[in-house]
């Protein structure tokens, strides 16, 4: 009997606790002047995050839109309902959850607006707080502490380090291109994942003086095996691969016992990679220390150059300017993982794109023609010379990230103060403490920036037409309408880097080669090219926007005639 009014009681305490925050919510919400919409779920909320994925779908399907909130707190809602939810509720709309106010913002002027404001009213969310694993880092510093972050890691991001993007990049390519092209005319599905290990590759160069060959990756092998020592390059794998369970796992306790036999051990041998990580880190970085006392110059990489910097400022500065070894550590990792998936991502969505659509490999092979030509190799390009000039190849990137951009929401805050912002002439309050998600798919698909086809592949459109390849000028986006890499003070310290690789591998692809989807037995090339754009479209966000099933771009590269 006591156990039943226990349990009684705790239920009724469970509801009423709900019901106030609920009304909490709507109470802070109801005063801002956008419309409110509401969802009994909060979006970070646990029961969301594990029963999220099944429930979702399913109260989807009921009737008279009741299950409409799904979009507005499922990660890739703004994505699949393209610029719907913003016609229906306005430029900016609140979901009202118990315990948390959700402001989505898709007006572009205010988006920019909201990215260039001094981040004390405008900080990151606290979602960032789980990059912190390796060390506090530029993504997860706020105030002084983040200048200090970017005074000491965005120098090194020089002209000396585009060059060797640029090569790196270009190795990468030929690698690729040479398995892609060996395959014939069955194809290969593997775009994503190669472009995952160009990407790496590039980055290993670039920020840690490492360079590997490219291997195809349907056939590496990066097996972890426990008790084992991690090569670099597979525990920066594993680490950027299962980001999220290296985040959970960091929650978790070494486990023992019955547990760790059955239910740990995906949590151990997330903790045993992470700690084979730092080690090969603290390694790389006492080689570099060791290299740095006999000479005076510091090698064209991150690693080579923050350590030279904060070691510097210790001896000779007033310390105030340097980072901590954790904080070496945060900013190394950071870097690796900001820059990996995006320039991936980017490069897949292209050649992906560019294989449905013939005739803008012919546009862009034309400048390259006329840039390049066609018999210089690649091992002889200079960046210098060449990428300022390659602007339709940079176009495809522009029209690639507008469409397909890795960011679909940018989530930010306001803060421990209320923040203002000006929506279309009128000006708001919002609350402290409120999550405020900036919807990028709105802002890159507005119609009265984008005209009436904000869903085409057109990469001309940011051509300012002189009709030369290799002399054409590139379009200087109105403002508020393309922020891909962000704004502002915190906008993407490897946008250059980003643009230099997707540069080097589309001309290098498509110097000497194309590609087109492989048709299924009976089909045309047409309804083949119309398969890979719907499945293009398909695409779904795990933590940046991705194809849903990549298999499906089954692509043939070939030699031009
Ligand atoms: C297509 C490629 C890329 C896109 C679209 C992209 C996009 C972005 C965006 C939107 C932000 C702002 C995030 C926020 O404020 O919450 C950002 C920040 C950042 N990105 Fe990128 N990025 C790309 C490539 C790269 C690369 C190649 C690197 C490194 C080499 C990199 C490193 C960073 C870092 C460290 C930050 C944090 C900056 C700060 O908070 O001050 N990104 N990026």
């Known amino acids: 009997m006591a156990f039943i009014l226990v349990v009684e009681i705790v239920a009724i305490s469970l509801f009423a606790s709900y019901f106030l925050k609920f009304y909490q919510s709507y109470n802070k919400a109801r005063h801002i002047g956008f419309p409110l919409v509401f969802s009994p779920f909060h979006p970070w909320g646990l029961f969301w995050m594990l029963g999220g994925a099944f429930l979702g779908p399913l109260l989807l399907r009921l009737p008279f839109g009741l299950g409409e909130f799904v979009n507005h707190i499922k990660s890739d809602g703004y994505y699949l309902t393209r610029n719907a939810l913003h016609q229906k509720h306005g430029p900016a709309f609140i979901v009202v959850s118990p315990g948390c106010i959700r402001i989505v913002v898709g007006d572009g002027a205010a988006v920019e607006e909201i990215l260039t404001k001094l981040h004390k009213e405008f900080p990151k969310s606290e979602l960032y707080q789980g990059l912190k694993v390796f060390g506090n880092n530029l993504e997860t510093a706020e105030g002084d502490d983040w200048r200090r972050h970017r005074k000491l890691t965005v120098p090194p991001f020089n002209e000396r380090n585009s060059n060797i993007v640029w090569r790196a990049s270009l190795t990468q390519a030929r690698g690729m291109l040479k398995t892609w092209v060996s395959a014939g005319k069955s194809g290969i599905i593997c775009t994503a994942s190669d472009m995952m290990t160009v990407a790496l590759h590039v980055l290993t160069s670039a920020c840690f003086g490492r360079d590997y060959s490219f291997q195809p990756s349907e056939s590496s092998d990066s097996t972890i095996i426990k008790g084992e020592k991690l090569s670099f390059k597979v525990a920066l794998e594993a680490v950027l691969d299962s980001f999220l369970g290296v985040v959970i796992s960091s929650a978790f306790p070494k486990s023992s016992g019955l547990l760790a036999k059955y239910v740990s051990k995906k949590i151990d041998t997330m903790k045993f990679t992470v700690a084979e990580f730092k080690r090969n880190l603290r390694e790389m970085v006492d080689e570099e220390r060791a290299f740095l006392k006999t000479t005076s110059k510091e090698k064209n990489n991150l690693m080579s150059a923050l350590v030279r910097a904060c070691d510097l400022e210790v001896t000779k500065g007033d310390g105030k300017r340097s980072l901590t070894e954790e904080e070496l550590y945060g900013n190394l990792f950071i870097f690796t993982f900001a820059g990996h ?29 006329t840039v390049i030509g066609k018999n210089l190799d690649s091992e002889s390009w200079e960046y210098e010379k060449l990428f300022p000039r390659l602007k339709r190849c940079l176009a495809v990137m522009y029209e690639t990230t507008r469409m397909y951009g890795p960011v679909v929401v940018l989530p930010k805050s306001t803060g421990s103060t ?138 043939a590269w070939e030699a031009d005639a």
């Open 341 to 369: 998936d995006t320039t991936a991502n980017a490069l897949m969505y292209a050649t992906a794109l560019l294989a449905a659509n013939k005739h803008v490999q012919s546009w862009i092979k034309e400048e390259i023609h």
């Open 418 to 555: 209320p923040s203002t912002i000006t929506i279309r002439g009128k000006e708001y309050t919002l609350p402290a403490h409120s999550d405020v998600m900036l919807n990028m798919v709105s802002v890159h698909h507005a119609p009265e920036f984008w005209g009436p086809d904000p869903w085409s592949f057109r990469p001309e459109r940011w051509i300012i037409k002189n009709g030369v390849a290799g002399t054409e000028e590139l379009l200087q986006p109105p403002y508020g309408s393309y922020v891909p890499w962000a704004t502002g003070a915190r906008v993407c310290p490897g946008k250059k880097f980003s643009q230099v690789e997707f540069v080097a591998v589309i001309a290098s692809l498509f110097q000497r080669h194309g590609v087109q989807p492989v048709p299924q037995p009976g089909e045309t090339i047409e309804i083949a090219s119309k398969e890979l754009s719907e499945a293009i479209e398909g695409s779904e966000c795990v933590l940046t926007l991705k194809m849903r099933h990549p298999e499906k771009a089954r692509l």
